[in-house]
Nanobody
């Protein structure tokens, strides 16, 4: 049973930074691509960023481009989301996900339908 564990959430003022990390604590799986979704209060879950384990290509939703950076650590088998210049509208529960597709443009289009495994989520709160 694969378990994805997120860490690094918390509260920060607007303009601040947070770093989220996700690791598979149990089980093994074929890492095609991994990424982060978020679910703001009262809204649907949305894909924030994804990275291909095959070639390192990345996807970002428009609202986070230039502020967020997704990266992978092959040795530690973790995926990291560095979030800078945070805004109140970034407030959400952030979920780590593992996809069964390594092409991130496909992941961007199909999102949740390609998720094999989910983390439990970590809360990010950005105050103005």
């Amino acid at each position: 049973q694969v378990r994805l564990v997120e860490s690094g959430g918390g509260s920060v003022q607007a303009g601040g930074s947070l770093r989220l990390s996700c690791a598979a604590s149990e089980g093994t799986f074929s890492r095609n691509s991994m990424g982060w979704f978020r679910q703001p209060p009262g809204k649907e879950r949305e894909l924030v960023a994804a990275i291909s384990w095959k070639d390192g290509s990345t996807y970002y939703r428009d609202s986070v481009k230039g502020r967020f950076t997704i990266s992978r650590d092959n040795a530690e088998k973790t995926v990291v989301l560095q979030m800078n210049s945070l805004k109140p509208e970034d407030t959400a529960v952030y979920y780590c996900a593992a996809f069964h597709q390594y092409i991130v443009t496909v992941v961007a289009g199909l999102g949740v339908r390609l998720v094999d495994y989910w983390g439990k989520g970590t809360l990010v709160t950005v105050s103005s």
